[in-house]
């Protein structure tokens, strides 16, 4: 990359400032005839040649980058912006650079935005936030803003906010229709006639459909979480315990049988119990599919006592029932089979098994009959068959043979009850519960990652808390200092006062009254210090009554080596006595640092108003800070920062213009106001 495509990624406003910044500079050293900064101003061209190389293959991978890439100034404005995120928001380069950020986003996220870059201001660590974009063509977009702040290394060094933007829109496309098939699945399980159930492991109702809560004559919330004691009773529950030991064991259980209800409720079920398993293959409970089966049965014992009443109740069977001869073919069809099977009832009667079998059932299906045929023994299935009109037709057969006088078996019979839905049903199902699965093992994954995160998080308290040991040892040191320098000094001096005193009195026995008064004065300034030391040592805490007098004393004590002076330039109403605690405790640390490493000829300690905030600030005119240097990177500006977000506010610390440091403070003066410099 050349430096003209430096250039195109960077404001081009603030690249013509500082352009022509360095051309009046250098026209006025020309005009002085200072030609020794010409030849330095020269001499650093050839480093920035190295550097604009040495950073070129990062601003390609920058602009060339598969995800959109913005740098934001703190005020919000966009610096740089690469071709990914150009194409996202529908708009040219020289539209967006320069532009405030807010103008692509929508009304109605404005407020998400702002506190995004407020908490970018707040903190070096990266800001996440999730809102909607608005394109330049006017459409809506769904985004991922992740931003981490920098220093601009290629001027002044001052923070910019790297932001990634990531398009959200098929994401959310592929969760609202995973939510639809989930609400699919949830209508037919809940709408169908067969009864679903999921048990627990200690034998709680977990999940029960309507027609399982149904034909217990209750609803599903009454149910669902309660012990299957409670709703089936001692009896019930020991009839099925057998089928609960083997499902539990990881084995699919099926049977047929009469249940006693709780409340004298009897009903002849077939049930199909499945291991329920977690990720570790664990058995934690089971899937229960119940069909009620009692009129079934009803029909099979009237159909062995009478030809005639056979034939009444087969017709009003719900479910389909055939008669087959020897040969497997159909000599008796119900209209509910034939309504099964979408025929007439003369078109299925005369047809074989083996016709309106499916393909891949036939040879099993067959076998099974037969096998009933030469022996005499019924026999249960599931099995798909093939409708007239082609579709598939899923049915749980249950047959048995007709024997004549002499026990040779003449025909059989079989009722058939259409699962076809109660089978699609459970296909969802276990769809839904692959997909289960995978989302669990997704947020298993980022567990381990916010697990990792927390760890880093308790590393970097630990060393916080040896930071502040730290502060505890230098707190110690500057009490020390300050009694050395302060009142040490001031009693040596009564002591050689009050010895000169006696060597008059004893030689010539003559008092100068106004070294007396300069002893008095000594004293009464000691025991000032002593008192002030002595507050710093027992009193921490300041209310918010006694905040103005405190700074007033505060710059009037004798310890420090520099003038301090107090300006109050607005009226202070400080309400919360933590509020002005914590920064008095900031306002001390900053005076303490002026007079320690400023090398500065005075001090002003300033309190203003600034829109919605109360400005306090710390300046000297000593020898600042180098602009090379990253603001704060001493432990006691950390300090000071967390003593002040720990009340809303924030800090800054700046070199001055004229020479020296200011370190300010800004207190919102209504809670939760903030200007963010729109």
């Known amino acids: 990359?050349?430096?003209?495509?430096?250039?195109?990624?960077?404001?081009?406003?603030?690249?013509?400032?500082?352009?022509?910044?360095?051309?009046?500079?250098?026209?006025?050293?020309?005009?002085?005839?200072?030609?020794?900064?010409?030849?330095?101003?020269?001499?650093?061209?050839?480093?920035?040649?190295?550097?604009?190389?040495?950073?070129?293959?990062?601003?390609?991978?920058?602009?060339?980058?598969?995800?959109?890439?913005?740098?934001?100034?703190?005020?919000?404005?966009?610096?740089?912006?690469?071709?990914?995120?150009c194409e996202l928001l529908r708009a040219k380069r020289e539209y967006l650079i320069g532009a405030p950020f807010s103008l692509c986003v929508e009304r109605n996220n404005l407020n998400l935005f702002l506190h995004h870059l407020v908490r970018c201001r707040a903190g070096d660590h990266r800001v996440e936030t999730s809102l909607r974009l608005k394109r330049r063509t006017g459409e809506p977009v769904s985004v991922?803003?992740?931003?981490?702040?920098?220093?601009?290394?290629?001027?002044?060094?001052?923070?910019?906010?790297?932001?990634?933007?990531?398009?959200?829109?098929?994401?959310?496309?592929?969760?609202?229709?995973?939510?639809?098939?989930?609400?699919?699945?949830?209508?037919?399980?809940?709408?169908?006639?067969?009864?679903?159930?999921?048990?627990?492991?200690?034998?709680?109702?977990?999940?029960?459909?309507?027609?399982?809560?149904?034909?217990?004559?209750?609803?599903?919330?009454?149910?669902?979480?309660?012990?299957?004691?409670?709703?089936?009773?001692?009896?019930?529950?020991?009839?099925?315990?057998?089928?609960?030991?083997?499902?539990?064991?990881?084995?699919t259980a099926c049977y047929e049988g009469l249940v006693p209800f709780r409340g004298g409720q009897r009903y002849f079920l077939h049930c199909v119990y499945v291991p329920d398993k977690n990720e570790r293959g664990e058995v934690v409970g089971w899937f229960a599919s119940l069909i009620d089966i009692t009129a079934r049965k009803r029909v099979e014992e009237a159909f062995r006592e009478?030809?005639?009443?056979?034939?009444?109740?087969?017709?009003?069977?719900?479910?389909?029932?055939?008669?087959?001869?020897?040969?497997?073919?159909?000599?008796?069809?119900?209209?509910?089979?034939?309504?099964?099977?979408?025929?007439?009832?003369?078109?299925?009667?005369?047809?074989?098994?083996?016709?309106?079998?499916?393909?891949?059932?036939?040879?099993?299906?067959?076998?099974?009959?037969?096998?009933?045929?030469?022996?005499?023994?019924?026999f249960e299935a599931e099995r798909r068959y093939v409708r007239k009109d082609g579709k598939v037709l899923w049915a749980d057969i249950s047959a048995s043979p007709v024997r004549d006088e002499k026990g040779?078996?003449?025909?059989?019979?079989?009722?058939?009850?259409?699962?076809?839905?109660?089978?699609?049903?459970?296909?969802?199902?276990?769809?839904?519960?692959?997909?289960?699965?995978?989302?669990?093992?997704?947020?298993?994954?980022?567990?381990?990652v916010a697990n990792v995160e927390l760890q880093g998080e308790i590393a970097r308290r630990k060393g916080l808390e040896g930071q502040i040991l730290e502060i505890s040892d230098r707190e110690q040191q500057r009490l020390g200092q300050e009694l050395h320098d302060g009142l040490c000094q001031q009693l040596t001096a009564i002591g050689l006062l009050a010895r000169s005193t006696a060597l008059r009195l004893k030689d010539h026995r003559v008092v100068q009254v106004d070294e007396l008064e300069k002893i008095a004065q000594l004293i009464n300034s000691s025991v000032m210090d002593a008192r002030n030391i002595a507050r710093d040592l027992h009193k921490e805490e300041v209310e918010a009554a006694e905040f103005v007098p405190a700074l007033q004393r505060l710059v009037d004590r004798r310890i420090w080596r520099r003038p301090c002076r107090l300006d109050l330039k607005t009226e202070i109403n400080i309400e919360e006595n933590k509020v002005a605690s914590q920064l008095y405790r900031i306002l001390r640390e900053a005076l303490v640092n002026a007079n320690k490493h400023a090398h500065a000829r005075k001090v002003v300690l300033e309190v203003r108003r600034s829109k919605k905030e109360l400005v306090f600030s710390v300046a000297d005119d000593g020898i600042g800070i180098s602009t090379k240097t990253k603001p704060g990177p001493g432990l006691g500006f950390h300090i000071m920062k967390y003593r002040a977000e720990s009340i809303g506010a924030r800090l800054e610390l700046e070199s001055r213009k004229k020479g020296g440091t200011r370190l300010s403070i800004y207190l919102p003066v209504e809670k939760n106001e903030t200007d963010v410099g729109y």
Not at 30 to 35: E, I, L, Q, T, V
Not at 62 to 73: D, Q
Request: hydrophobic share 40%.
């Open 1 to 85: 990359m050349n430096k003209a495509r430096v250039a195109s990624i960077r404001t081009p406003n603030a690249n013509g400032r500082r352009r022509n910044g360095l051309s009046e500079s250098l026209k006025n050293d020309a005009n002085d005839g200072n030609g020794a900064v010409l030849r330095a101003v020269r001499a650093l061209r050839g480093p920035r040649r190295d550097l604009e190389s040495a950073i070129q293959p990062n601003a390609d991978l920058y602009e060339f980058a598969p995800v959109g890439y913005v740098t934001l100034h703190r005020s919000g404005r966009i610096e740089q912006v690469n071709l990914a995120a």
């Open 306 to 378: 009478s030809e005639a009443r056979m034939r009444a109740l087969v017709e009003q069977a719900t479910a389909g029932i055939a008669r087959c001869d020897r040969r497997g073919r159909i000599i008796f069809a119900n209209q509910r089979l034939a309504k099964m099977f979408g025929y007439q009832r003369s078109e299925l009667i005369g047809k074989t098994i083996k016709e309106i079998t499916h393909p891949d059932d036939v040879r099993h299906n067959m076998e099974l009959f037969q096998r009933m045929i030469r022996n005499g023994k019924p």
């Open 408 to 448: 040779k078996v003449k025909y059989a019979v079989a009722v058939m009850v259409d699962v076809t839905t109660r089978k699609k049903a459970e296909a969802l199902l276990k769809r839904s519960k692959r997909l289960l699965e995978s989302l669990v093992e997704q947020r298993t994954k980022a567990l381990r």
């Open 144 to 251: 991922f803003l992740s931003s981490t702040a920098t220093a601009d290394v290629l001027y002044d060094g001052s923070y910019v906010y790297q932001t990634a933007i990531i398009d959200l829109t098929e994401r959310e496309r592929a969760e609202e229709a995973l939510r639809a098939k989930e609400a699919e699945l949830e209508l037919i399980v809940t709408q169908t006639p067969f009864m679903l159930t999921r048990c627990t492991r200690n034998l709680r109702y977990r999940y029960v459909s309507n027609a399982y809560a149904k034909m217990l004559g209750r609803t599903p919330d009454e149910i669902a979480g309660r012990p299957m004691v409670e709703i089936m009773g001692k009896e019930a529950l020991a009839a099925i315990q057998p089928f609960i030991d083997r499902v539990l064991s990881g084995k």
